[in-house]
């Protein structure tokens, strides 16, 4: 009889024939199996294959390989298994419990930062928030469908009516990093480096100023505020708020202590949103968005004209925040569109708006994402017809339109119908840019294959293949998934009796960030995250 051998006695290549066949969670059950299986199966270099072909997007795999090919450009002849050593196992270890805790849609803990505190008079926190916050509001849009109540028989279709677009937050996430506002202990806003658990005060001086807008990006913290007091009257209904920018740098410092704070908030530059000021109210709303170098703001204001002139009053506003600044001198305005360069642009948004954001790379190409749903309703609804957006077969259709701020143009676009075919029209622009944050075309996400329902919402962490969608299907309150695109699984997330409502969500492969009424939700997917017991309060260091 032949000697039957064991897995860990093949050869190399047939083992790591056969072990390609496993799924990465069999590889950690086979290191229980006995000591030899246990050494196979937590050998470095067996392990980053495996990381390399079942988690190459993850952000820990992405770090070692830069990690390993600048250590070789510095040392060619040196040996960097001493340097790497049990560092592939941990990865792994981390990544595949991360990925577990994603497809069950049940995160490994939760933590929470007060906002408000738990203030007992309702008037005295609407008060206290209005005070400090009022944010950009959305179009008056809401989507329409027909439906029955979950596990409940009707007979009647019931008419619904959800929010196509979700309110924005007085807090801000990018990269791990958390900004919000403090107002219990510190009566500012604070950034949160969630995996240290460590907090910076940001150098915002919020007295006597309400807060718009916030956005963290580009390790670029903006600020888009207003003065508390009006500036003057508009009618005897509104009064005017001159409204300001002021941007951060947010740059990292090794410090001495683990529990010292690893960033620096440092102020670069501010300047004045708009010459006369809005009004805090609906009736004037404005996107914006940056880059390293560059601030993009689209702003669609009511006419209020005593004349009868009906059509609202936009512009397109570009300035250059490359250089720091002070009070004397703002950043430059480079360019300028009225509502005569829109039009000519065919991204004039009139009175029956389809525009859902703007976008700026870094090649200073804008970029208007416009959408449209023959089942919307609501004062800022508009289907594109009359002005040959989309054919009036389309149920649903978007166009992406993008302006090169410095270069040739005068534009590109790409549009797409549910019954047409991509499109591609191009002017003198080449689409096919190196850039990463450049879009490369229209997708309708909010409608794909949603039948009745809505998306109002999706959170996408491009470089793992990770997003977090907000789901409105039937009558209900909405729900939040997670899904890959690249490994075609979803699953919905449990909140754990979280009282979350219309706000917008934010997040990564890591973490999930939704608002209660009071409090921020963490959600950790990390194993390791969240579940340390803290030693003392987090040291509130000093920002520059």
Known sequence: MGTVLDLPDLPTDLFLIVTRYLEPVDIVRCRHVSRLWHKEFIEESFLRDVLIREYGAAREVRALLELEVSHRIR???????????????????????????????????????????????????????????????????????????????????????????????????????????????????????????????????????????????????????????????????????????????????????????????????????????????????????????????????????????????????????????????????????????????????????????????????????????????????????EAGRSNLRDAVWERIVGIPVLGSGPRWENKIGRHSTFTWELQNADPRSPDPLTPKRATCWRYANMGSGIRNQVVRDESAGIKYSVVQRTIGFPEIWVSSDSHSWSTEIDLQDIQWRWKQINGDERYLIIQSNEKLHILHFDYDLGAKEKRGRPFLGTAC
């Not at 060619?76 to 792994?92: A, C, E, I, Q």
């Not at 939760?110 to 400090?132: C, I, M, S, Y």
């Not at 009516?161 to 403090?182: A, K």
């Not at 829109?342 to 700026?360: G, H, M, N, S, V």
């Open 75 to 385: 040392n060619p002849s040196g040996d960097d298994s001493g340097r790497l050593r049990n560092v592939w196992r941990r990865t792994f270890d981390r990544v595949l419990a991360r990925d577990r805790a994603l497809k069950s849609g049940r995160p490994r803990s939760v933590t929470k930062r007060d906002l408000w505190g738990p203030l007992t008079n309702l008037l005295e926190k609407q008060a206290n928030t209005r005070d400090r916050y009022v944010p950009v509001f959305p179009w008056g849009r809401y989507h329409r469908s027909a439906g029955q109540r979950r596990g409940v028989l009707v007979n009647v279709p019931l008419e619904e009516q959800v929010p196509t677009d979700l309110f924005e937050t007085e807090w801000t996430y990018d990269s791990g990093l958390l900004v919000y506002p403090d107002m219990i202990e510190t009566q500012a806003y604070v950034l949160l480096d969630i995996e240290q658990d460590t907090i910076s005060v940001v150098p915002f001086d919020n007295k006597d100023r309400i807060v718009r807008r916030i956005r963290l990006k580009h390790n670029l913290l903006v600020f888009e505020w207003a003065e508390k007091e009006p500036y003057h009257k508009l009618n005897e209904l509104e009064e005017v708020h001159r409204h300001y920018v002021t941007a951060f740098d947010v740059q990292s410092a090794k410090a001495s202590f683990p529990w010292l704070s690893q960033w620096n908030v440092m102020f670069r530059c501010e300047w004045k949103l708009h010459y006369l000021g809005f009004p805090l109210s609906a009736q004037d709303t404005w996107f914006s968005d940056h880059s390293t170098t560059h601030y993009a703001v689209y702003i669609w204001q009511t006419n209020r004209s005593a004349w009868g002139e009906n059509e609202p009053i936009e512009s397109l506003l570009i300035w250059d925040i490359s250089q720091p600044s002070n009070a004397s001198v703002e950043p430059r305005l480079v360019k300028k569109l009225s509502y005569l360069d829109l039009d000519f642009l065919t991204i004039r948004q009139r009175d029956t708006p389809f525009l859902r954001k703007i976008a700026i790379d870094g090649s200073v190409c804008v970029y208007f994402f416009e959408e449209g749903c023959n089942r919307e309703r609501g004062s800022h609804v508009g289907h594109g017809y």
